[in-house]
């Protein structure tokens, strides 16, 4: 028998924004949203030999599945599916998790996302990093999360900006990504730097409502 790790499972949500754990059944709409974003993708993953459709298969979410799942029992990781609720419709758009967990004196994890390109630029990708954020520090237990993200990203680098995570290092040839060694630059954030401001969704609403 498993003990749960902490944190994990859960489920958030704010407004139409849901993160949940992966289910069995997402195996089709996993594979639908990975295939019709292979250019949007590709460039900004970690590379793996084969087919791009072969490796977003319904048969390879099993095994996508498997280890997401290992994941989060073992308290490596706090993977999440991100939908969106709209008109009574759940549809899955995307990927967040806390990763490579390390605890006891470090408490500390790395973050990784993607997103459907049709939804892009409407939000759901900072919420979804503010409510990952918010958790991982409260009922998870962390108190610092990392990003690391390709100078190039401009999109990705721009989720993090605005959030407030720090720029803190350049990491040259840090991950092997789309076939050649990439530099990332690394940002941060610690669980101090939020607190007065009621979390990381609640500076992202005050910055929302700022926006014309």
């Not at 944190?7 to 704010?14: E, F, R, T």
């Not at 419709?89 to 998790?97: A, K, P």
């Not at 605890?103 to 990784?112: L, M, N, P, T």
């Not at 954030?189 to 005050?206: F, V």
């Amino acid at each position: 028998m498993f003990r749960r790790a902490p944190g994990w499972p859960a489920v958030l949500s704010d407004g139409p924004v849901l993160l949940r754990p992966y289910r069995r059944s997402d195996a089709a709409a996993w594979s639908q949203v990975r295939r019709a974003n292979r250019e949007w993708l590709a460039p900004w993953e970690s590379s793996v030999p084969g087919d791009w459709d072969d490796l977003n298969s319904p048969a390879t979410f099993r095994w996508v599945y498997r280890d997401l799942r290992r994941s989060g029992r073992t308290g490596e990781g706090m993977p999440f599916a991100v939908c969106l609720q709209e008109d009574g419709v759940e549809r899955l758009v995307g990927h967040i998790n806390v990763g490579n967990i390390v605890r006891r004196a470090f408490c500390s994890g790395y973050v990784g996302y993607w997103v459907d390109r049709r939804v892009a630029g409407r939000g759901v990708i900072p919420t979804a990093l503010a409510l990952a954020v918010d958790h991982a520090f409260g009922s998870g237990g962390l108190h610092r999360i990392e990003v690391n993200i390709r100078p190039e990203n401009r999109p990705s680098r721009r989720v993090v900006e605005k959030l407030g995570f720090r720029e803190e290092a350049y990491h040259a040839r840090y991950m092997h990504i789309d076939g050649a060694w990439r530099d990332h630059i690394g940002y941060a954030m610690t669980s101090e730097e939020i607190a007065a401001e009621g979390g990381l969704l609640a500076r992202w609403h005050r910055l929302r409502a700022r926006t014309p």
